[in-house]
Protein backbone atom coordinates (compact mmCIF):
# COMPACT_ATOMS: atom_id res chain seq x y z
CA UNK A 1 0.00 0.00 0.00
CA UNK A 2 1.24 3.20 -0.52
CA UNK A 3 1.57 5.51 2.61
CA UNK A 4 1.95 9.03 0.73
CA UNK A 5 1.70 9.63 -3.08
CA UNK A 6 2.56 13.22 -4.36
CA UNK A 7 1.08 14.16 -7.54
CA UNK A 8 2.01 16.91 -9.63
CA UNK A 9 3.30 19.06 -6.71
CA UNK A 10 4.19 22.66 -6.84
CA UNK A 11 5.00 25.61 -4.34
CA UNK A 12 5.54 28.89 -5.49
CA UNK A 13 6.66 31.95 -2.80
CA UNK A 14 6.24 35.64 -3.29
CA UNK A 15 4.16 37.36 -6.38
CA UNK A 16 5.60 37.61 -9.54
CA UNK A 17 8.74 39.55 -10.02
CA UNK A 18 10.40 38.12 -6.74
CA UNK A 19 8.27 34.57 -7.23
CA UNK A 20 10.60 31.54 -6.51
CA UNK A 21 9.46 28.23 -7.47
CA UNK A 22 10.59 26.13 -4.74
CA UNK A 23 9.22 22.72 -5.89
CA UNK A 24 8.24 21.86 -9.75
CA UNK A 25 5.97 19.35 -10.64
CA UNK A 26 7.09 16.85 -7.89
CA UNK A 27 5.69 13.02 -8.42
CA UNK A 28 6.75 10.67 -5.75
CA UNK A 29 5.59 7.64 -4.02
CA UNK A 30 6.76 6.23 -0.91
CA UNK A 31 5.33 2.70 0.31
CA UNK A 32 4.22 1.74 3.75
CA UNK A 33 7.04 0.72 5.56
CA UNK A 34 9.40 2.32 3.35
CA UNK A 35 12.73 4.14 4.94
CA UNK A 36 12.97 6.77 2.07
CA UNK A 37 15.62 9.27 1.76
CA UNK A 38 15.26 12.49 -0.26
CA UNK A 39 18.49 14.03 -1.16
CA UNK A 40 20.02 17.14 -2.38
CA UNK A 41 22.16 19.98 -1.90
CA UNK A 42 21.27 23.44 0.35
CA UNK A 43 18.60 25.16 -1.84
CA UNK A 44 17.40 22.58 -3.73
CA UNK A 45 13.72 22.05 -1.83
CA UNK A 46 14.08 19.21 0.09
CA UNK A 47 12.62 20.93 3.45
CA UNK A 48 9.88 22.58 1.78
CA UNK A 49 8.58 19.19 -0.21
CA UNK A 50 8.77 17.50 3.05
CA UNK A 51 6.34 20.55 5.15
CA UNK A 52 4.18 19.78 2.35
CA UNK A 53 3.75 16.32 3.10
CA UNK A 54 1.64 17.62 6.39
CA UNK A 55 0.73 20.34 4.90
CA UNK A 56 2.45 23.05 6.94
CA UNK A 57 3.31 24.16 3.68
CA UNK A 58 0.08 24.02 1.22
CA UNK A 59 1.17 23.23 -2.59
CA UNK A 60 0.44 26.34 -5.10
CA UNK A 61 -0.78 23.33 -7.22
CA UNK A 62 -0.88 19.74 -7.10
CA UNK A 63 -1.72 17.21 -4.58
CA UNK A 64 -0.52 14.69 -1.34
CA UNK A 65 -2.34 12.20 -0.53
CA UNK A 66 -1.47 9.99 3.03
CA UNK A 67 -2.86 6.92 3.33
CA UNK A 68 -5.78 7.40 0.59
CA UNK A 69 -6.44 10.45 1.73
CA UNK A 70 -6.16 14.04 -0.47
CA UNK A 71 -4.86 16.47 2.30
CA UNK A 72 -5.89 19.48 0.29
CA UNK A 73 -9.71 18.06 0.38
CA UNK A 74 -9.71 17.64 4.06
CA UNK A 75 -11.29 20.29 6.64
CA UNK A 76 -8.71 22.18 9.15
CA UNK A 77 -10.09 19.62 11.75
CA UNK A 78 -9.57 16.68 9.77
CA UNK A 79 -6.15 18.11 8.64
CA UNK A 80 -4.95 18.13 12.55
CA UNK A 81 -6.12 15.11 12.85
CA UNK A 82 -4.27 13.76 9.96
CA UNK A 83 -1.26 15.37 10.92
CA UNK A 84 -1.16 13.46 14.68
CA UNK A 85 -0.23 11.06 12.72
CA UNK A 86 2.51 12.43 11.13
CA UNK A 87 5.24 13.21 13.48
CA UNK A 88 8.58 15.10 12.74
CA UNK A 89 12.09 15.21 14.08
CA UNK A 90 14.49 18.08 13.24
CA UNK A 91 18.21 19.16 13.60
CA UNK A 92 17.73 21.60 16.50
CA UNK A 93 15.88 18.80 18.70
CA UNK A 94 13.45 21.32 19.62
CA UNK A 95 13.43 20.07 23.39
CA UNK A 96 11.56 22.42 26.44
CA UNK A 97 15.03 23.20 27.98
CA UNK A 98 12.91 23.95 31.18
CA UNK A 99 11.65 20.34 31.55
CA UNK A 100 13.42 16.86 32.32
CA UNK A 101 13.58 14.22 29.69
CA UNK A 102 10.40 12.35 30.78
CA UNK A 103 7.90 15.33 30.88
CA UNK A 104 9.24 16.20 27.36
CA UNK A 105 8.11 12.70 26.22
CA UNK A 106 4.75 13.50 28.15
CA UNK A 107 4.30 16.77 26.50
CA UNK A 108 2.34 15.72 23.32
CA UNK A 109 0.66 13.03 25.12
CA UNK A 110 -0.78 15.76 28.01
CA UNK A 111 -1.75 17.84 25.06
CA UNK A 112 -4.03 15.22 23.60
CA UNK A 113 -5.53 15.74 27.58
CA UNK A 114 -4.64 11.72 28.57
CA UNK A 115 -4.16 11.39 31.89
CA UNK A 116 -0.57 12.17 33.76
CA UNK A 117 -0.26 8.53 34.66
CA UNK A 118 -0.88 6.99 31.77
CA UNK A 119 0.95 9.63 29.89
CA UNK A 120 4.00 9.04 31.98
CA UNK A 121 3.72 4.89 31.64
CA UNK A 122 3.70 5.42 28.04
CA UNK A 123 6.66 7.59 28.15
CA UNK A 124 8.94 5.38 30.39
CA UNK A 125 8.10 3.01 27.07
CA UNK A 126 9.56 5.01 24.71
CA UNK A 127 12.93 5.66 26.44
CA UNK A 128 13.20 2.47 27.02
CA UNK A 129 12.96 1.88 23.04
CA UNK A 130 15.64 5.05 22.60
CA UNK A 131 17.61 3.40 25.30
CA UNK A 132 17.28 6.38 27.52
CA UNK A 133 15.63 4.82 30.43
CA UNK A 134 18.05 6.22 32.97
CA UNK A 135 18.17 10.03 32.01
CA UNK A 136 14.08 10.41 32.35
CA UNK A 137 15.16 12.61 35.21
CA UNK A 138 18.07 14.58 33.20
CA UNK A 139 17.84 17.93 31.47
CA UNK A 140 18.19 18.57 28.04
CA UNK A 141 20.89 20.48 28.88
CA UNK A 142 22.96 17.79 30.46
CA UNK A 143 22.49 15.53 27.69
CA UNK A 144 25.02 14.81 24.68
CA UNK A 145 23.30 16.04 20.91
CA UNK A 146 22.73 12.03 20.16
CA UNK A 147 21.11 11.94 23.46
CA UNK A 148 18.87 14.75 22.93
CA UNK A 149 17.86 13.38 19.60
CA UNK A 150 17.25 10.62 20.88
CA UNK A 151 14.19 12.07 23.20
CA UNK A 152 13.17 13.98 20.46
CA UNK A 153 12.04 10.47 18.63
CA UNK A 154 10.75 9.48 21.71
CA UNK A 155 8.26 12.42 21.91
CA UNK A 156 7.65 12.21 18.25
CA UNK A 157 6.61 8.41 18.53
CA UNK A 158 4.34 9.20 21.53
CA UNK A 159 1.48 9.74 19.38
CA UNK A 160 1.79 6.60 17.67
CA UNK A 161 2.50 8.22 14.25
CA UNK A 162 2.30 6.19 11.05
CA UNK A 163 4.73 8.37 9.35
CA UNK A 164 8.11 9.57 10.89
CA UNK A 165 9.69 12.89 9.17
CA UNK A 166 13.16 13.67 9.62
CA UNK A 167 14.53 17.11 8.94
CA UNK A 168 18.44 16.83 8.18
CA UNK A 169 18.53 14.62 12.17
CA UNK A 170 21.43 13.96 12.29
CA UNK A 171 23.39 16.78 10.50
CA UNK A 172 24.52 18.62 13.98
CA UNK A 173 25.53 15.22 15.24
CA UNK A 174 29.46 13.61 14.60
CA UNK A 175 29.63 10.25 12.26
CA UNK A 176 29.64 8.01 15.41
CA UNK A 177 26.57 9.43 16.93
CA UNK A 178 24.97 9.50 13.52
CA UNK A 179 25.32 5.71 12.73
CA UNK A 180 23.69 5.47 16.85
CA UNK A 181 20.64 7.44 15.57
CA UNK A 182 20.50 5.57 12.13
CA UNK A 183 20.32 2.58 13.71
CA UNK A 184 17.93 3.58 16.45
CA UNK A 185 15.58 4.75 13.44
CA UNK A 186 15.81 1.36 11.21
CA UNK A 187 15.14 -0.61 14.81
CA UNK A 188 11.70 1.54 15.26
CA UNK A 189 11.02 0.48 11.75
CA UNK A 190 11.51 -2.97 11.86
CA UNK A 191 9.66 -3.15 15.57
CA UNK A 192 6.49 -0.28 14.66
CA UNK A 193 6.05 -0.63 10.96
CA UNK A 194 6.79 2.92 11.01
CA UNK A 195 7.19 4.92 7.53
CA UNK A 196 10.23 7.39 7.92
CA UNK A 197 10.93 9.93 4.98
CA UNK A 198 15.06 11.00 5.90
CA UNK A 199 15.78 14.59 4.45
CA UNK A 200 19.26 14.94 4.35
CA UNK A 201 22.15 16.49 2.14
CA UNK A 202 24.52 13.74 3.00
CA UNK A 203 24.58 10.35 0.59
CA UNK A 204 26.32 8.39 3.82
CA UNK A 205 23.13 8.51 5.58
CA UNK A 206 20.88 7.58 2.51
CA UNK A 207 22.83 4.74 1.95
CA UNK A 208 23.42 3.16 5.61
CA UNK A 209 19.39 3.63 6.33
CA UNK A 210 17.16 4.09 3.34
CA UNK A 211 15.94 1.49 1.28
CA UNK A 212 14.75 3.83 -1.50
CA UNK A 213 15.87 7.35 -2.17
CA UNK A 214 14.74 10.77 -4.48
CA UNK A 215 17.15 13.22 -5.85
CA UNK A 216 16.18 16.80 -6.02
CA UNK A 217 17.97 19.65 -7.65
CA UNK A 218 16.38 22.91 -7.67
CA UNK A 219 12.88 22.10 -6.96
CA UNK A 220 12.80 18.80 -9.32
CA UNK A 221 13.11 15.03 -9.16
CA UNK A 222 15.64 14.11 -11.24
CA UNK A 223 16.23 10.87 -10.06
CA UNK A 224 14.94 8.26 -7.96
CA UNK A 225 14.48 4.47 -7.52
CA UNK A 226 16.33 1.56 -5.56
CA UNK A 227 19.45 3.37 -3.34
CA UNK A 228 21.48 0.40 -4.65
CA UNK A 229 20.51 0.74 -8.28
CA UNK A 230 21.07 4.98 -7.65
CA UNK A 231 24.89 4.45 -5.85
CA UNK A 232 25.17 1.64 -8.82
CA UNK A 233 23.93 3.40 -11.86
CA UNK A 234 23.50 7.34 -11.21
CA UNK A 235 21.78 8.36 -14.12
CA UNK A 236 21.62 12.27 -13.50
CA UNK A 237 24.46 14.61 -12.68
CA UNK A 238 23.34 15.58 -8.90
CA UNK A 239 23.30 11.96 -8.25
CA UNK A 240 26.88 11.55 -9.42
CA UNK A 241 28.08 14.50 -7.97
CA UNK A 242 26.17 13.46 -4.61
CA UNK A 243 27.97 9.85 -4.88
CA UNK A 244 31.01 11.59 -5.56
CA UNK A 245 31.12 13.96 -2.03
CA UNK A 246 31.59 12.80 1.58
CA UNK A 247 30.16 14.04 4.48
CA UNK A 248 28.82 17.47 2.52
CA UNK A 249 33.02 18.03 1.24
CA UNK A 250 32.87 17.56 -2.89
CA UNK A 251 35.01 14.79 -3.82
CA UNK A 252 35.18 16.00 -7.18
CA UNK A 253 38.33 18.47 -7.42
CA UNK A 254 40.22 15.52 -6.49
CA UNK A 255 38.53 13.38 -9.88
CA UNK A 256 39.44 16.85 -11.65
CA UNK A 257 43.36 17.32 -10.94
CA UNK A 258 44.36 15.09 -13.37
CA UNK A 259 42.91 16.82 -16.74
CA UNK A 260 42.38 14.50 -20.14
CA UNK A 261 42.49 11.14 -18.34
CA UNK A 262 39.92 9.17 -19.03
CA UNK A 263 38.26 8.18 -15.66
CA UNK A 264 35.73 5.44 -14.63
CA UNK A 265 34.13 4.74 -11.78
CA UNK A 266 33.97 1.15 -10.22
CA UNK A 267 31.47 -0.10 -7.16
CA UNK A 268 32.70 -3.62 -5.67
CA UNK A 269 30.22 -6.68 -5.50
CA UNK A 270 29.33 -9.46 -4.13
CA UNK A 271 31.00 -11.37 -7.31
CA UNK A 272 34.01 -9.29 -7.50
CA UNK A 273 35.55 -8.49 -3.91
CA UNK A 274 37.20 -11.71 -3.80
CA UNK A 275 40.06 -11.27 -6.54
CA UNK A 276 42.73 -8.84 -6.53
CA UNK A 277 40.88 -7.39 -9.34
CA UNK A 278 43.09 -4.01 -9.83
CA UNK A 279 46.10 -5.79 -9.54
CA UNK A 280 45.62 -8.33 -11.79
CA UNK A 281 44.55 -6.12 -14.35
CA UNK A 282 47.69 -3.79 -14.28
CA UNK A 283 49.54 -7.56 -14.96
CA UNK A 284 47.96 -8.43 -17.75
CA UNK A 285 47.67 -5.06 -19.24
CA UNK A 286 51.46 -4.05 -18.25
CA UNK A 287 50.11 -0.82 -17.52
CA UNK A 288 49.71 1.40 -14.56
CA UNK A 289 46.52 3.37 -14.07
CA UNK A 290 46.00 6.26 -11.80
CA UNK A 291 43.94 5.34 -8.57
CA UNK A 292 42.08 8.93 -7.85
CA UNK A 293 39.94 7.97 -5.28
CA UNK A 294 38.93 4.68 -3.18
CA UNK A 295 36.34 4.45 -0.58
CA UNK A 296 34.08 2.03 0.94
CA UNK A 297 30.55 2.83 1.75
CA UNK A 298 27.68 0.93 3.68
CA UNK A 299 24.80 0.25 1.51
CA UNK A 300 21.76 -0.83 3.00
CA UNK A 301 23.92 -2.97 5.25
CA UNK A 302 26.28 -3.97 2.79
CA UNK A 303 29.81 -2.76 2.54
CA UNK A 304 30.32 -1.35 -1.16
CA UNK A 305 33.73 -0.78 -2.11
CA UNK A 306 33.91 2.08 -4.82
CA UNK A 307 37.23 3.48 -6.68
CA UNK A 308 37.58 6.12 -9.07
CA UNK A 309 40.69 4.83 -11.53
CA UNK A 310 42.01 7.40 -14.25
CA UNK A 311 43.15 4.94 -17.30
CA UNK A 312 46.58 4.94 -19.63
CA UNK A 313 46.69 6.83 -23.10
CA UNK A 314 45.01 4.86 -25.90
CA UNK A 315 41.84 4.32 -26.62
CA UNK A 316 42.17 0.81 -27.59
CA UNK A 317 44.03 -0.50 -23.98
CA UNK A 318 41.14 1.52 -22.26
CA UNK A 319 38.40 -0.25 -24.19
CA UNK A 320 40.21 -3.44 -22.96
CA UNK A 321 40.27 -2.89 -19.73
CA UNK A 322 37.23 -1.85 -19.48
CA UNK A 323 35.98 -4.79 -20.89
CA UNK A 324 38.12 -7.18 -18.49
CA UNK A 325 36.65 -5.54 -15.51
CA UNK A 326 32.85 -5.46 -16.78
CA UNK A 327 33.50 -9.18 -17.15
CA UNK A 328 34.65 -9.53 -13.94
CA UNK A 329 31.17 -8.51 -12.19
CA UNK A 330 32.05 -4.64 -11.51
CA UNK A 331 29.41 -1.89 -11.50
CA UNK A 332 31.17 0.59 -13.89
CA UNK A 333 30.37 4.21 -15.31
CA UNK A 334 32.58 6.67 -16.84
CA UNK A 335 33.08 10.11 -15.08
CA UNK A 336 32.75 12.91 -16.87
CA UNK A 337 34.66 16.84 -16.42
CA UNK A 338 31.42 18.13 -15.80
CA UNK A 339 30.89 15.61 -12.34
Request: net charge neutral.
Amino acid sequence: MSEIVVKNLSKTFGQTASKVDALKDINLTIETGDIYGIIGMSGAGKSTIVRCFNFLEKPTSGEVWIGGKNLGSLSEQELRKERSEIAMIFQGFNLLMQKNVLDNVCFPLRLQKISKKQARSKAKELLELVGLSDKEKAYPAQLSGGQRQRVAIARALANNPRILLCDEATSALDPQTTSSILSLLKDINQKLGITIVVITHQMSVVSEICNKVAIIEKGQVVENGLVEDVFNHPKSNAARELILRRDGESQAGTVETLNGERKIRIVFTDNSSFEPVIANMVLKFQTPVNILRADTRNVGGIAKGEMILGLPEGKDVQDNIISYLTERGLELEEVTEDV
